[in-house]
């Protein structure tokens, strides 16, 4: 279950969570995140329990939908940390190091993580993985406004993102998905305000008509 960050005497006999609830890494977490740090555990919900600026730290293992909606939210994953449903971003966050995985489960296979009309979300070190056949789409070129949200993540028309250093892939070993398809959708009818910046793209399949080039992607 989700927990705060408290001072707690080192016991190396203790599992994962309880390892990093430790004195010594409670303070690392303090240090860099603040005193309202949460460590979520999988089946966790993101409480974001103050106004602003929570901060949670996400364990390894399977996350259902984490979703933040106060401003100044910081969600940052640890190795084997996968989200795989949903997750729907509504105000200021910056996304880190989490694996975002479409699985059997319908709630995620048309989007993986969806940014709302007012969101403002700097994703960091994320992989976004969608399996090889998920409902794909793509809009004819620019002025006809994108309206398509097959995807791997979805920027709602007003929403901004900012990705770099992120992975976008299939489950296969190559990583391409079938057909032609979209990666990261913008639905505003002008660029400006979402951009993909240095990263890996092994899908076969472009961004959106509206969604800016902001470095290199191999």
Known sequence: ????????????????????????????LAELFGEATELLAPGDVVSEAGKNSNASIVAPGEHQALNTKKPHSVLGGS?????????HYNSSAV???LHFRQTADSNNINALAIVGNSGRVLFRNCIFERRHDAPIAVDPPLPVVPTIRDCFVLIEDGGKALFTGCVFRSELDTGVMNGAGTVVQNLAPAAGNVFVGDGMNMTTHSHGTTVTPNGQEI
Do not use: N, Q
């Not at 927990?3 to 890494?25: C, H, I, N, Q």
């Open 1 to 28: 279950m989700s927990s705060r960050v408290g001072f707690r005497p080192l016991d190396s006999s203790k599992g994962f969570l309880d390892r990093f609830g430790t004195e010594a890494t409670d303070a690392r």
């Open 79 to 87: 190795a084997g940390s996968i989200v795989t449903r949903l997750s």
């Open 95 to 97: 996304i880190d190091g």
